[in-house]
């Protein structure tokens, strides 16, 4: 099993920052990544797959990098909406065989 | 627009089975398969498996094989999870997620499933 890890588990961040999440999957798993922000009592957002790419209706401020294992979510200018928990998730294998990370918890400093 | 509605809460035994369903609209339900995610509360998502709509293929989490199916209903566009042998660690919310295996871009409410005694 792929195991994703990503770091911090918390992260503080004042409104209009930009916010840097990492994701590190423990082989390779290409570009197959996608990220989620989940507020609470919601269900999980999807925001970006393929590593890079934006879901339909995702703002600009929301970008993703990376690949193999090294992955980045960036959130440029933070807005008050922003503050969630997100979660990396990888689905390199088929028949799928889909882990997500731990996730990381942004909150306004 | 798409929508996937779920069944309400449940409150089981341990030992018992759950079966929770997840109705979609606004789109071909052939043409995608659902996934079933779980979240425990304050922890994050475990990916439970996945079926196709299309044929019925299904594939599930290792941890889960032989206590879970997942089957669909093309008639009412309905997709179910059923959890059997249930313990108080499968204490979670229950999510339906359209996808073809790989990511989810539309969601369910979430179903909250209780095991206690």
Do not use: H
Not at chain 2, 39 to 67: C, D, F, H, V
Not at chain 2, 78 to 96: F, G, Q, W
Request: glycine content about 10%.
């Amino acid at each position: 099993e792929i195991v994703m890890t990503q770091s911090p588990a918390t992260l503080s961040v004042s409104p209009g920052e930009r916010a840097t999440l990492s994701c590190r999957a423990s082989q390779s798993v290409s570009s197959n990544l996608a990220w989620y922000q989940q507020k609470p009592g919601q269900a999980p957002r999807l925001l970006i797959y393929g590593a890079s790419t934006r879901a339909t209706g995702i703002p600009a401020r929301f970008s993703g990098s990376g690949s193999g294992t090294e992955f980045t979510l960036t959130i440029s200018s933070l807005q008050s909406e922003d503050f969630a928990v997100y979660y990396c998730q990888q689905y390199n294998n088929w028949p799928p065989s889909i882990t997500f990370g731990q996730g990381t918890r942004l909150e306004i400093k | 627009q798409v929508q996937l509605v779920q069944s309400g809460a449940e409150v089981k035994k341990p030992g018992a089975s759950v079966k929770v369903s997840c109705k979609a609209s606004g789109y071909t339900f052939t043409s995608y398969g659902i996934s079933w995610v779980r979240q425990a509360p304050g922890q994050g998502l475990e990916w439970m498996g996945w079926i196709s709509a299309y044929n019925g293929n299904t594939n599930y989490a290792q941890k889960l094989q032989g206590r879970v199916t997942m089957t669909t209903d093309t008639s009412t566009s309905t997709a179910y999870m059923e959890l059997r042998s249930l313990r108080s660690d499968d204490t979670a919310v229950y999510y339906c997620a359209r996808g073809t295996g790989t990511t989810f871009d539309y969601w369910g409410q979430g179903t909250l499933v209780t095991v206690s005694s």
